[in-house]
């Protein structure tokens, strides 16, 4: 697989209001619909299940150690949302006093820290776009800022080894790499890959490779900003993971993007696309 290579994806699900944040959990495919409230988790062969119903936009999320799942939610209340296991839905952490403005990704390590990042500004408001956030949630629930200068951070991913947190700062154009600390907190910030393309939601290979959604491609990059390959798509890319029976089928979530304004549940032009990657899953999510 090839940038040479003619890639056509196959459309495993289709009607999506808005698909995001693709995670493959206990043999499903799990995703946000956020624009419909839902969070859904599909089978191999397409048929979706509705996993929750939420009424404050269920944008992002990831599961706890433990397999409690932690929803990012942009409604009336900002909080991170927790799961429990017997499917009641309680606050993790108050994010009210940290940022004012949306939350975007979520990505949860090995030991129940949840990394998380907002945009930094009111992007469906129309306002002129400032510089975003990166904070990190303990398991206990407790919220430390981690960094205010990343430029429309997007998605995340920690590489298999736990060491180093993936950032996509869609505005600059490139995945930015921290170290992460036993404290959880990180260090030590620098430019992993230059990308050509806005990268949005991003997940990791076995080979250390990063897929990252940008725009109408779905581009494989390697540490220093190489191509490795690209899947070309009919309209636009906003996350992808990889997994599967064997971990090495490349989840796309897509829909046709008009901006802003154009938002809404009616507009069902969103789809899971497949494709046979050239290496499995590793890293979070």
């Known amino acids: 697989m090839t940038k040479k290579d003619a890639i056509n994806p196959t459309v495993l699900l289709e009607g999506l ?10 043999g499903r495919l799990w995703l946000s619909d956020w624009l419909a409230g839902h ?28 397999g409690r799942l932690l929803v990012l939610s942009n409604g009336d209340e900002r909080k991170l949302l927790r799961r429990e296991l017997d499917g009641t839905v309680v606050s993790h952490a108050d994010l009210t006093n940290l940022s004012e403005y949306p939350w975007n990704e979520i990505v949860v390590d090995a030991h129940g820290n ?31 800022s981690l960094s205010d200068d990343l430029h429309f951070p997007n998605g995340m991913a920690i590489t298999a080894d736990g060491s180093t947190l993936i950032v996509a700062e869609s505005h600059a154009k490139r995945l930015s ?19 050509d393309g806005y990268p949005d939601g991003i997940c990791v290979d076995a080979e250390g490779a ?23 798509l ?9 997994g599967g029976p064997t971990g090495d089928t490349l989840y796309v979530v897509a829909a046709e993007w008009k901006g802003p304004e154009y938002m809404s549940p009616e507009n069902r032009t969103g789809r899971v696309l497949t494709v046979r990657a050239p290496a499995a899953h590793a890293g979070r999510p």
């Open 177 to 195: 790499a921290f170290d992460i600390e036993n404290d959880a907190t990180v260090t030590n910030r620098r430019v992993w890959a230059e990308v």
């Open 210 to 232: 990063v897929w990252a959604a940008a725009m109408d491609r779905c581009l494989r990059i390697a540490e220093g900003g190489a191509e490795l390959a690209e899947v070309v």
């Open 17 to 26: 209001a808005l698909g995001e944040s693709p995670r493959w959990h206990e």
């Open 39 to 66: 969070i859904l988790s599909i089978d191999e062969k397409g048929t979706p299940r509705v996993e929750l119903r939420m009424a404050g936009l269920p944008f992002c999320f990831d599961w706890l150690p433990d």
């Open 114 to 144: 949840a990394y998380i990042n907002s945009i930094g500004y009111d992007m469906m408001g129309g306002e002129d776009p400032r510089p975003g956030s990166l904070a990190v949630v303990a398991p206990d629930g407790s919220v430390r």
């Open 234 to 242: 009919d309209r636009s890319a906003f996350a992808c993971t990889l």
